[in-house]
């Protein structure tokens, strides 16, 4: 050992655990296995320098005689346990880290709390030559009085405990427990953490987590579930509800294929009928926006069949109309006829029906009439690469076909019925004088023109190649120097 090491011994201890604080401190937390290997090897040579020079941790301190070495020795020898119980802490938490993850970490916790313990009580026993029995049992009845007065809080760190090691959840799961729904940010000694979809912040302490029916939205991990629930009228038929629910369902892309959504009949009362639709999403972002988009689907498709969801106050009953003078009421186009237009515009559409799987319109074709769905999907093919693929899907109310008639350009997707489809044709040559009229309609289907023809060239361009660096640093790379 060097010389200044042998004669200055009480320094060098200090001075290393001063080093250890500093390397902590300064070394980045990606460099965790770099912070290990600086601490073992500065506490080794700390056992080192103490051992040398007859400071033995595991013996009363040297220097009786002199009062002041003897209290610095005495402090160095607890130190040493102390400094060994954090050591060791650290090597089971990076152990444990890389089998558990950071679910393992409350129960890190209660390890490196039992670990320190067990190096005061050394600590005490060999070094200050306490009588560990007594302390013991005064200890023990200390215990006695503290863990009444902390019932609540040590039902909480044993149930978060039970927690870590059943897992019904982990971090980063989205679950409900007892109705509060959000995101697990934190799982710590006392509560469970949650970030909510409002954003909030929602605290669940462990004991009452560990008794709470848990809901973990996250499990498994491709599939969220959802469900939305509707009222109409107990005069409507329920076939037809279900029905038109279910083309509804074939509509929203979003929803997985498998497990098949469904349609259930749900309650009955006086005054409404309550059917709820349950499907599943690949991502817990998507459940929103699915949910808005299957609820609006749902309205168009029962409307289409001519079921109308139930109100707080029932109107009149409407007077009857033909199904084209119906589709225009609810047409975003046009609905804004007035209302003779629309009985004679209603007057020259007819009525065409297409099986599940029948075109529509072909792509390329350049269509001289516009179609607007009346019920049923209709599925939307583009060609990328070779290759046809599902862009989307229509309801009732969209229209078909505008672009031929507009500009006299081909058609740029396959339009074809993915249910049993009805639709209304208008031909060209009435079509014309009206949107020739009635500038609103024209540019209304001009913009809805507009952004197709975006969407499909979106959808259909490839991706920006990212040009590829060049230079000197970028030649070492691809060599693998």
């Not at 029916?213 to 509800?241: C, E, W, Y």
């Not at 109309?321 to 209603?346: M, N, P």
């Not at 001289?368 to 309801?395: P, Q, T, Y």
């Not at 969407?455 to 693998?480: C, S, Y």
Request: hydrophobic share 50%; proline share 4%; with cysteine.
């Amino acid at each position: 050992m060097p010389s200044f090491i042998a004669d200055h011994p009480m320094l060098c201890a200090v001075a290393l655990i001063l080093i250890d604080i500093a390397v902590w401190r300064l070394i980045s937390p990606n460099l965790a296995n770099w912070k290990l290997a600086a601490r073992l090897v500065i506490f080794a040579v700390f056992s080192a320098v103490l051992f040398n020079d007859g400071m033995n941790p595991m013996q009363a301190a040297p220097y009786a005689d002199d009062t002041t070495l003897h209290l610095a020795a005495t402090a160095l020898q607890i130190g040493w346990w102390l400094f060994a119980a954090r050591t060791l802490t650290v090597l089971l938490g990076a152990v444990m880290m890389q089998r558990v993850g950071h679910t393992g970490r409350l129960l890190q916790d209660l390890l490196g709390a039992v670990i320190f313990l067990i190096a005061i009580i050394a600590a005490m026993a060999y070094v200050l030559d306490l009588p560990v029995k007594g302390v013991l049992a005064t200890s023990g009845a200390v215990a006695i009085i503290v863990g009444l007065a902390l019932q609540s809080t040590l039902s909480d760190v044993f149930s978060g405990i039970v927690l870590n090691t059943t897992k019904p959840y982990q971090i980063d799961d989205w679950i409900s427990i007892d109705g509060t729904e959000g995101r697990v940010t934190d799982i710590d000694w006392r509560a469970t953490r949650l970030q909510t979809s409002q954003g909030s912040l929602a605290v669940i302490p462990n004991s009452l987590a560990a008794k709470a029916k848990i809901i973990n939205f996250s499990r498994p991990a491709d599939m969220f579930g959802l469900a939305v629930s509707l009222q109409v009228s107990p005069h409507a038929r329920p076939q037809t509800v279900i029905e038109a629910l279910e083309r509804a369902m074939q509509g929203c892309r979003p929803l997985l294929a498998q497990p098949a959504p469904s349609v259930a009949f749900k309650a009955s009362t006086g005054s409404g009928v309550e059917y709820e639709i349950s499907g599943f999403v690949p991502a817990m972002g998507l459940k929103r926006e699915t949910r808005n988009q299957l609820y609006d689907l749902a309205y168009r498709h029962l409307q289409a069949a001519g079921v109308g969801l139930l109100s707080a106050t029932e109107g009149s009953t409407p007077p009857a109309v033909s199904g084209a003078r119906a589709l225009l009421e609810r047409s975003s186009i046009f609905s804004t006829l007035r209302q003779e237009e629309k009985d004679t515009f209603s007057q020259n559409m007819t009525l065409h029906t297409y099986r599940a799987g029948e075109m529509i319109l072909a792509a390329g074709a350049v269509s001289d009439h516009l179609f607007i769905i009346e019920s049923g999907v209709v599925s939307v093919l583009l060609i990328k690469d070779g290759h046809k693929f599902e862009a989307g899907r229509m309801g009732p109310g969209e229209v078909i076909g505008e672009s031929g008639i507009l500009s006299d350009q081909a058609a740029l997707a396959d339009f074809s019925a993915k249910t049993y489809c009805t639709l209304y044709r208008i031909e060209n040559e009435y079509l014309k004088p009206c949107l020739d009229a009635r500038h609103d309609i024209g540019e209304a289907m001009k913009a809805l023109l507009d952004f197709r023809r975006h969407a499909a060239q979106a959808l259909t361009e490839d991706a920006p190649v990212v040009p590829v660096k060049k230079g000197f640093i970028q030649w070492l790379r691809n060599r693998g120097l």
